[in-house]
């Protein structure tokens, strides 16, 4: 396969990532990766990294990149706001739609966590996206991030408009918008295919996220609950088991995707 670090530009700021692409000419499928909140274009256990390669040594380019904000690319967290990373992700998209090597017309996302949350958001409303694959997902956006805040949260907002998150500055940017974002109506927009990966032992996520979200997308959606899984698969086999799952779904579903090229 070929490894190649990339940059493009979103409201004139720099994102960092790295492109796998299988080895040849192609054009090739492609998948855009979105990590989750506070996260990177790694995650934990380089996960990200491992099931960047499994697509490509499968037939499917892979783009891991890192938010705005995030990891190594341009801004500060404290600017961070799903709505933002909505828009990185559609010129994740972009970036991959103009490359040689891909096939424009067989795009897919892959996010986990918030991530997930927001490749729900973009599939919606963007027709480019063929194939959703969402990992430990948020779908209630006030209410789970309410329960994860720490103590005096509220307190630390009001006073001084932003709140440390051990370490990560969380601007009132982010909090503002939260009422007005639908994933969960977004993901019923979605007219493709979805898998969708959640652990029962998710300690961030609760399970019930997933169902909420097959709710919303019915036959389309595949649901895979992940038995003692945590939020972000922190054991061999769960790690192993998300990437096998994820691939083969996605080479069933893009990988052979009759296109208008193909």
């Known amino acids: 396969m070929v490894e190649e670090m990339i940059t493009f530009t979103n409201a004139g700021q720099r994102l960092y990532g790295m492109l ?82 891909v096939d424009a017309d067989r795009l897919g996302l892959l996010g986990i966590s918030l991530g997930g949350c927001v490749a729900a958001l973009v599939a919606g409303d963007d027709d480019r996206v063929k194939a959703l694959v969402l990992w430990s997902a948020v779908g209630h956006l006030l209410e789970v991030l309410t329960a994860l805040a720490p103590p005096g949260a509220a307190e630390q907002m009001q006073r001084q408009g932003w709140v440390d998150l051990g370490g990560w500055k969380l601007g009132m940017g982010f909090i503002r918008e939260l009422p007005d974002l639908d994933p969960l109506g977004a993901a019923a927009r979605y007219s493709g295919p979805a898998l969708i990966l959640h652990g029962d032992a998710d300690e961030s996520v609760p399970v019930s996220e997933a169902h909420a979200y097959a709710r919303r997308m019915g036959q389309r959606a595949q649901v895979r609950i992940i038995p003692g899984a945590d939020h972000t698969y922190n054991r061999l086999d769960w790690e192993a088991e998300v990437i096998r799952r994820s691939r083969e779904w996605l080479v069933e579903h893009l990988v052979s995707l009759v296109t208008p090229h193909g």
């Open 20 to 101: 796998h692409r299988p080895d040849g000419v192609g054009p090739f499928p492609a998948v855009a990766m979105l990590h989750g909140f506070t996260g990177d274009r790694f995650e934990p256990h380089r996960l990200f990294v491992k099931t960047a390669r499994d697509l490509a040594a499968h037939g499917i380019a892979a783009l891991r990149f890192d938010f705005r904000g995030s990891g190594e690319s341009e801004g500060d967290f404290e600017d961070v706001t799903v709505s933002g990373e909505v828009s990185d992700a559609r010129a994740a998209l972009d970036f991959l739609a103009a490359h040689p090597a």
